[in-house]
């Protein structure tokens, strides 16, 4: 059974911490972002924006703006922003896996600065933004809302969750949070599944299927799904340390290794086959897949990412003839 979170008192270490993350993905992104690449829905949309210079090869000339192209005597076109007052969802795994970082910040902190690029990017076109966590084994939810204060409120409430430790036995998956997501949502818009999607068994091969694939691919069925996973880079490559104590954060496990060359490559023919195993699996799904690592600025990933995604689809609605009346 899902519950909701309550958001935390105030504090001001806290406040002062997501003040300084306001500052580095909100107005980076604003920053890097503009026009078009507003959104992270994918298509123009049908209500009208600003106007613009056209951009030869890449905007479509059905968006010409006549009447400001002869005031101004040089080619715009009219933006379009998705339909308004839909609703976005995030799924945020906050598993123990999560809890890890070697460079510059933990994968949990990553995961939370895309959910706060996420909701920015949705509600600048409109649309409220909720979220769905997976913490300590259980599922929790945070009702859809829209306005910085909203915001702010999420993202409190996601900073002050402890760390989440080995999940407890029978405890929520990926794949239940996903499916918990598909049936309590059926309104059709965005979703956003972070997670580092380490439910993948690492021997199970590019080909089987994860157990988060079956109700991830319901969930694109209905939905636009983005899926973004969160990678830190000694997750695919172990150091020249030689022993070493071992945790599986999952489970709380320890074991001493020795982390001999021969350790250390089959550690990294693993975690290849891993990671190509969760890129098939959400190729299968469908579903657009977005990589920030830990020692890179995921901020300006995303951003790319982003413009990218609305590019390609302008470039798909150009390409597709129109359906004769």
Do not use: N
């Not at 933990?106 to 909720?130: N, S």
């Not at 580092?196 to 939905?223: I, K, M, N, Q, V």
């Not at 195993?277 to 901020?299: E, S």
């Amino acid at each position: 059974m899902a519950e909701r979170y309550v958001a935390p008192g105030f504090d001001p270490r806290m406040h002062a911490a997501l003040h300084r993350l306001d500052l580095r993905v909100i107005r980076r992104l604003e920053g890097l972002l503009h026009g078009e690449h507003l959104g992270l829905r994918a298509g123009p949309g049908s209500e009208p924006a600003e106007a613009r210079m056209y951009q030869p090869g890449e905007d479509d000339v059905r968006m010409m703006d006549w009447s400001v192209t002869a005031r101004t005597t040089h080619p715009h076109v009219r933006d379009l922003v998705a339909d308004r007052e839909l609703e976005s969802w995030t799924l945020l795994d906050l598993s123990a896996s999560m809890d890890f970082g070697t460079v510059r910040e933990q994968k949990r902190e990553i995961a939370i600065g895309a959910l706060a690029a996420v909701t920015v990017l949705t509600q600048r076109v409109g649309d409220r933004f909720g979220a769905h966590f997976l913490h300590r084994g259980r599922l929790r939810r945070w009702p859809a809302r829209s306005g910085k204060a909203a915001l702010m409120a999420l993202l409190s409430t996601v900073a002050a969750a402890p760390p989440s430790g080995p999940a407890p036995p029978g405890g929520a998956t990926l794949a239940d949070a996903v499916d918990d997501l598909a049936r309590a949502r059926g309104r059709r818009g965005l979703r956003v599944v972070i997670s580092d999607f380490l439910d993948t068994p690492p021997d199970s091969g590019p080909a089987a299927p994860a157990t988060w694939e079956r109700p991830l691919r319901s969930l694109a069925g209905r939905h636009q799904v983005l899926a973004v996973e969160i990678l830190d880079p000694r997750e695919l490559d172990l150091p020249d340390i030689g022993l070493v104590t071992m945790e599986d954060p999952e489970t709380g496990r320890t074991r001493e290794v020795r982390l001999t060359p021969r350790v250390r490559a089959d550690y990294r023919q693993a975690a290849q086959a891993q990671r190509a195993a969760v890129r098939a699996g959400l190729r299968r799904c469908g579903v657009p897949h977005l990589v920030l690592r830990t020692d890179r600025d995921w901020v300006v990933d995303m951003a790319r990412f982003v413009i990218e995604q609305r590019r390609t689809a302008h470039r798909l609605a150009r390409h597709t003839p129109a359906v004769p009346r």
